[in-house]
């Protein structure tokens, strides 16, 4: 992760922070677009043979394209890739979720005009695995957290991430070679990020209690003027934003302190 640590450090300030919620409203755009101007859809799609002829916006506005058509279901499903989406991006930090989830993007775009070179195919793309690729880094990296199937039976994440992984390796198998370049590209960046992920530390719900109780508690007996908390990398400090969580990590030599961006991610320091 050497790469992405120096990238997070010389660019982090600039990544995107609640993409959870900006991918939600893109949604409703897209929705709301397929209600009221249906036939300005067909002008959206990601088709690289006419990308090739000037339509250059396709490379970007295809993730407008709504996954499947709209109902209850799906808005429980889209508030469920929220939450996840959410938990990741407070997990990991603002930058190294925008690497996973535009990654993703790009590798879809790559995977069309590879299908549209070798074949002369021109495949139907949406964000639909870009959203399972959510959905499968949040069972590797939360295993253990029950969700409840069907709002009635427990069941843990790594389950659910078996049984998503069945089916992803179905579609591939049964689907036509433009469905399976759709899907395994779509889902590349999370092949790569969790081959170079590997050493990353899970991070449970009762730790992130357990940090926001510390912090409550070391405000009330600390005074208001003085800095508590700074990170070893950024430098940011509990008075740049109340929603900064700080941890001392144990596997560096020496007191460093880290923000919840840098964390998981920071090179340990060896004397």
């Excluded at 939600?24 to 897209?30: E, K």
Aim: net charge positive.
């Amino acid at each position: 992760m050497n790469f992405l640590d120096k990238m997070e450090r010389k660019y982090g300030k600039y990544a995107i922070r609640n993409l959870p919620m900006i991918m939600i409203a893109v949604y409703a755009a897209g929705y709301l677009l397929t209600a009221l101007m249906p036939e300005i859809i067909s002008f959206l799609y990601l088709n690289p043979a006419l990308v090739l002829r000037g339509q250059i916006w396709r490379v970007i506005t295809w993730v407008l394209v709504p996954p499947e058509s709209l109902s209850i279901f799906t808005l429980i499903m889209l508030y469920f890739y929220f939450s996840l989406g959410r938990t990741l991006e407070y997990t990991w930090g603002s930058f190294r979720f925008n690497v996973y989830i535009l990654s993703g993007v790009v590798f879809t775009v790559i995977g069309a005009f590879l299908l549209y070179f070798f074949t002369g195919q021109v495949g139907w793309y949406s964000t639909y695995y870009i959203n399972m690729s959510i959905f499968l880094a949040f069972a590797l990296t939360y295993p253990d957290m029950e969700v409840m199937l069907y709002f009635l039976i427990p069941i843990k994440m790594k389950w659910m991430g078996y049984i998503y992984g069945f089916f992803i390796l179905l579609s591939v198998v049964q689907g036509s070679w433009a469905d399976r370049i759709s899907i395994v590209m779509s889902l590349l960046n999370f092949v790569i990020f969790f081959l170079m992920s590997r050493n990353l530390r899970r991070y449970s719900p009762k730790e992130v209690h357990r940090r926001n109780e510390f912090k409550r508690n070391v405000k009330k007996v600390q005074p208001k003027s003085a800095t508590i908390h700074k990170c070893a990398v950024c430098g940011r400090t509990e008075k740049d934003g109340d929603h900064l969580e700080f941890r001392y990590c144990s596997k560096c030599e020496g007191n460093y302190e880290y923000c919840q961006d840098h964390l998981f991610t920071h090179q340990h320091v060896k004397k």
